[in-house]
């Protein structure tokens, strides 16, 4: 599965351009001449951006920024964020860039620009081992009985409470245990991005599955979300082309998928 990520991302990152003349704020010449460049992630979504049993920032995602931050000759500096309060928090500059498994849509495209996206994915079902055929489509989860967990704020929590009308629907706070929720019992399926399906259920073997469905309920990419700047926007979008296509992001997914 990873490897139709990085193959369509890559494919997309070939063609795709601004398209749009921003005006210039000197955002890269404002993080240049501080010596650092702000990053702002949930730390809570695997591969992307987590932390590890150290308490450390981890995955694929904080690997790119320090390399990024390294090719623009800054420091980087992780600040913690949460999917509800993402895009007020960038709005109101508390940083530069924000990264971690970020869907590319319309309302932060509003206020920021995105660089050429390095995931192209599609949400699925993920439920008990023993349920894997049975959530197959939206109208088979949208029942009465059936318990659909989300965490708030972020495309999960939107896709929920926009597709599902007599399923029940649990807000669960916490994005890391997230799916022992559903290991336990105590929820019976998440739709979420691909690529975090296949990896809880790498983490969960035996218990949580991939549901098998036709196709994914949507298709979108995962990019970073940077201050609107064409000077820095050109300056990211080079270095995410560069590790697109000499291996070094598929490196460091694939190292942040065990």
Known sequence: MIRTYLAAA?????????????????ALAEIQKAGVIKIGTTGDYKPFSYKGADGMLTGA???MAKDLAANLGVKPEFVTTTWKTMLDDFKSGKFD???????????????????VPNVT??????ARCEDKNKYTTLDAIDEPPVRVIVNPGGTNDKFAHEHFDEASIEVFPDNKVIFDQIAAGKADVMVTDGVEVDLQSKLHPGVLCP??????????????????DPALKAAVDAFMRKELNSGGWKAKLDAAMQ
């Open 211 to 228: 549901v098998t469905v036709k196709a994914p309920f949507t298709h979108f990419q995962n990019a970073y979300l940077l201050r609107k």
């Open 121 to 126: 994915d599609g949400k699925r079902p993920i």
């Open 61 to 63: 995602d904080i690997a």
């Open 97 to 115: 860039i924000a990264l971690g498994g970020i869907t590319v849509n319309a309302a932060r495209a509003e206020v920021g620009d995105f660089s």
């Open 10 to 26: 890559a494919m997309v990152a070939c063609s795709l351009t601004s398209g749009v003349a921003f005006a210039a704020d000197g």
